[in-house]
């Protein structure tokens, strides 16, 4: 019965993968948890005695098919990109849609706070609009000084608003009662790799419009970098203690040695 019940859970797994981008959390990427000491291999056992819990007691089978989305392989892709894990109280919003606001506002303020010093920094949205109609209006950071000159700079991350890179920053509630990094859930998580920062710099930038609709503001540019590990360790101690930075990939033109996980100005690895 109970391998009948895991085929059942393996199955719904894989008809649920269209939509597996919508159900997968990031467990500090390597599955090292400050405080506990717990390992990447550790981590995953643990979901797994959940999965064997919930097959044991009948539980839903959708639980089991969500424990099987948070698996080692989604962990492994999860290593090798640049996000943040931020594993918020409930108590911070009211649901999904405020967290995901709220998140998006404490990681904005927390991006101009850190490059305050030698550095303006300012909200701007563009628009596209496609041949059909579709409007897609896109929220980034415009940055000023050094090498940076007439706001000739950008940092790209998951700042949504109620009106723009609304697609972006989605927060899910984590439903299961765990402690992640010395952090009780059930919390609200970010859906997928979320959070991490692009910077670019504008070499070029105009509008292009359609043959007959449609309209698309272009950049042109090349990466660009403010400090990697300085930035990193300053930009965390300006996030809130359930958040932690987390870098794949070597920020461009330093030597910063990656991966890194950040937590309140310390490099935790």
């Known amino acids: 019965m109970k391998r009948n019940a895991l085929l059942m859970a393996m199955l719904f ?79 911070e919003a009211k649901d999904e849609h405020e967290a995901k606001l709220k998140m998006s506002a404490i990681l904005e303020h927390a991006i101009h706070k850190t490059l305050a010093v030698g550095y303006k920094t300012r909200i701007d949205e563009y628009e596209n609009e496609a041949v059909l109609g579709a409007v897609n209006r896109i929220r980034f950071i415009r940055i000023d000084g050094p090498d940076c000159e007439n706001w000739s700079c950008a940092a790209y991350t998951t700042i949504p608003s109620e009106t723009a890179s609304q697609w972006q920053g989605n927060m899910i509630k984590y439903a299961y009662q765990v402690v992640i990094a010395g952090k009780q859930c059930p919390c609200y998580v970010y859906d997928g790799l979320q959070g991490g920062v692009r910077f670019v710099k504008i070499v070029k930038e105009y509008d292009r419009q359609g043959l007959v609709n449609g309209h698309w503001h272009q950049f042109e540019s090349k990466p660009n970098h403010f400090g990697g590990e300085t930035f990193y360790a300053q930009l965390s101690v300006n996030l809130p203690e359930w958040v932690y930075c987390y870098v794949a990939k070597q920020p461009a033109n330093t030597t910063m040695t990656v991966p890194a996980l950040f937590n309140q100005g310390r490099r935790i690895y």
């Not at 390597?30 to 990447?40: D, E, K, R």
């Not at 819990?53 to 539980?59: Q, V």
């Not at 639980?63 to 962990?75: E, G, H, K």
């Open 13 to 91: 797994t894989a008809l649920l993968s269209g939509c597996a981008a919508n159900q997968q959390i990031a467990f500090l990427s390597s599955g090292v948890t400050p405080n506990q000491g717990i390992s990447a291999k550790n981590l995953r056992r643990g979901a797994n005695l959940g999965l064997q819990s919930a097959i044991g007691s009948d539980a839903d089978i959708t639980m089991a098919s969500t424990l099987l989305l948070n698996s080692s392989d989604y962990q492994t892709t999860a290593a090798k990109y640049d996000h943040m894990e931020a594993w918020m109280p409930l108590s």
